[in-house]
């Protein structure tokens, strides 16, 4: 039985076994080729990387002999460079890294600066380590190709090459060589069993040491707190205009109607009751016309079915009316101090629906999950689907609309859709806003 505060909902039918081996397969295979892809980008950050290492171990020597100390501001720019590559590798499959202040220009200023020290630290990582799981996990299905056509092309090898890895014995004759081609589902096996541990293994040093340091990088923060306040500006606007262009195309125009209706029954009353009592109908329907579309206005600035049935109600019938079958848990945790205010409320329930309606409209998904949590003081929000991927934050104005809406709360929004798909929306939002 589910705790209190935790919703659940899954309105889609049971499916057939076949459709979830396939479905699992499909996941399964892509997962593995995005790791494959993280690990092959991540072999050029390596390459780049072990070349940077080497050269600052150069100019490191060479510091001992004072000749060194000539170069250590192209050896730090280098180290730079190689660090902003591998920021931006990370930034394609998870939330994006700030790039650190100004490089130091001397030796001293690099010793004392922490950023400095931990991009050393991931330098000397990612070249040894990183370079070897890229290595190691690319092999894996060329060894698999290779094990499916040996048969072509083994009696072009020399007998004492003719043993292929894993096999246990000298391939002589065409049997053999045949027998070669099973062994090629093991090489498969392990690339889909360990590439995606390998990628997570090779990011995790960049993740914990690339970002810059919140205690001494404070102008990025000022300026993520002046962007935030400019996203805040223009979402408040953005907002204003469609509240006054709904009003504007919508409602008034329904309200015009009605009085110049109203005034041609009045005339028409003496001379013509039936022409009057047709036209005073006409009235009650531009009026209840605009009276609906005043309430679809309301409705958008601040739901009324928050206030009436909390979030995880109303999250519920968006997931019930969603056109894809979709999978809604929401754990706000009873033991958490409070609702979260309103408008952070109102925020997650437009983020939910217009994810939910972008779902519907281009991604091709057969299924969606929506999973809200609150941590603490932070509302966490994720979004995913099995569609065809590739949406673009910065194309669509839907995600552009999510990404302001994050922003003017000094949220977080991340977007992960690989060409293929998964796409995975996450929005962090803090509580007390």
Same mark, same amino acid.
């Given at each position: 039985?589910p705790?209190?505060?935790h919703?659940t909902?899954?309105p889609?039918?049971p499916?057939a ?10 996941r ?6 995005v ?5 092959g980008?991540g ?6 990387a ?5 050269? $600052?171990?150069? $100019?490191?020597?060479?510091c001992?002999?004072w000749v =060194? ?8 720019? @280098? ?9 931006? &590798?990370? /930034?394609?499959? =998870? ?5 650190p202040?100004p ?6 200023a690099?010793a004392?600066? #922490? ?12 070249a040894?380590?990183?370079?070897l *799981?890229?290595?190691?996990a ?6 698999a190709?290779?094990?499916v ?8 090898? %020399?007998p004492? !090459? ?6 246990p014995w000298?391939?002589?004759?065409? %049997?053999t ?7 090629s589902?093991?090489w498969? +096996? ?6 995606? $541990?390998?990628?997570r293994?090779?990011?995790? #040093? ?12 404070l102008?990025?923060r000022?300026?993520?707190?002046? +962007?935030?306040?400019a996203a805040?500006?223009?979402a ?14 919508g409602?008034?125009? &329904?309200?015009?109607?009605?009085t110049v209706?109203?005034?041609a029954? &009045?005339?028409a009353? @003496?001379r013509?009751?039936?022409?009057a ?5 006409r009235a009650q329907?531009?009026?209840e016309?605009a009276?609906a ?5 309301v409705r958008s600035?601040l #739901?009324p079915?928050? /206030? ?8 519920a019938g ?10 809604l ?7 958490t @101090?409070?609702r ?5 409320e109102?925020?997650?329930y ?5 994810? *939910?309606?972008?779902i519907?409209?281009?991604s ?5 999950a ?8 932070r ?6 689907d099995d ?9 669509g104005?839907g995600?552009?609309?999510i990404?302001?809406r994050?922003? /003017?709360? !000094?949220? &977080?929004f /991340?977007?992960?859709s690989p ?6 929306i996450?929005?962090?939002l803090p509580c007390?806003s």
């Amino acid at each position: 039985m589910p705790a209190p505060g935790h919703v659940t909902a899954d309105p889609a039918p049971p499916a057939a076994p076949t459709g979830g081996i396939r479905r699992a397969t499909r996941r399964v295979s892509r997962r593995t080729l995005v790791a494959l892809d993280q690990l092959g980008a991540g072999l050029g950050t390596t390459l780049l990387a072990l070349v940077t290492l080497v050269g $600052v171990a150069l $100019v490191a020597a060479g510091c001992l002999l004072w000749v =060194g100390r000539f170069l250590v501001p192209a050896a730090l720019q @280098a180290l730079r460079l190689a660090a902003d590559r591998e920021r931006a &590798r990370l /930034a394609r499959y =998870g939330p994006e890294i700030v790039g650190p202040g100004p490089v130091p220009t001397g030796l001293r200023a690099a010793a004392a600066d #922490p950023t400095t020290r931990r991009e050393l630290l991931w330098l000397v990582s990612h070249a040894t380590v990183g370079l070897l *799981l890229s290595i190691i996990a690319l092999t894996l299905p060329l060894s698999a190709v290779t094990d499916v056509v040996f048969p072509l092309f083994w009696y072009l090898l %020399p007998p004492e !090459d003719a043993t292929p890895t894993l096999v246990p014995w000298t391939v002589r004759d065409w %049997p053999t060589a045949l027998a070669v081609v099973p062994f090629s589902l093991v090489w498969l +096996a392990l690339t889909v069993a360990l590439a995606p $541990v390998m990628a997570r293994l090779q990011s995790r #040093p960049g993740w914990r040491l690339l970002p810059p340091d919140p205690e001494t990088d404070l102008s990025v923060r000022v300026a993520q707190l002046t +962007a935030t306040r400019a996203a805040a500006l223009d979402a408040h606007a953005v907002e204003l205009r469609r509240i006054e262009r709904s009003l504007h195309d919508g409602a008034q125009n &329904r309200l015009v109607a009605v009085t110049v209706l109203v005034g041609a029954a &009045r005339r028409a009353v @003496a001379r013509d009751p039936a022409l009057a009592d047709d036209v005073l109908g006409r009235a009650q329907d531009a009026a209840e016309q605009a009276l609906a579309e005043l309430r679809t206005v309301v409705r958008s600035i601040l #739901p009324p079915v928050l /206030a009436d049935r909390g979030l995880e109600g109303s999250l519920a019938g968006l997931a019930a009316a969603c056109p894809v079958p979709c999978r809604l848990d929401v754990d706000l945790r009873a033991d958490t @101090a409070g609702r979260c205010a309103a408008s952070v409320e109102a925020t997650t329930y437009f983020v939910v629906a217009e994810a *939910l309606t972008n779902i519907a409209k281009h991604s091709g998904a057969r299924h969606a999950a929506v999973a809200v949590t609150r941590r603490d003081d932070r509302l966490l929000v994720r979004i995913h689907d099995d569609g065809g991927g590739g949406a673009d934050g910065a194309a669509g104005s839907g995600l552009a609309g999510i990404r302001r809406r994050a922003e /003017a709360f !000094d949220g &977080r929004f /991340a977007l992960t859709s690989p060409p293929g798909g998964p796409t995975t929306i996450e929005v962090e939002l803090p509580c007390g806003s």
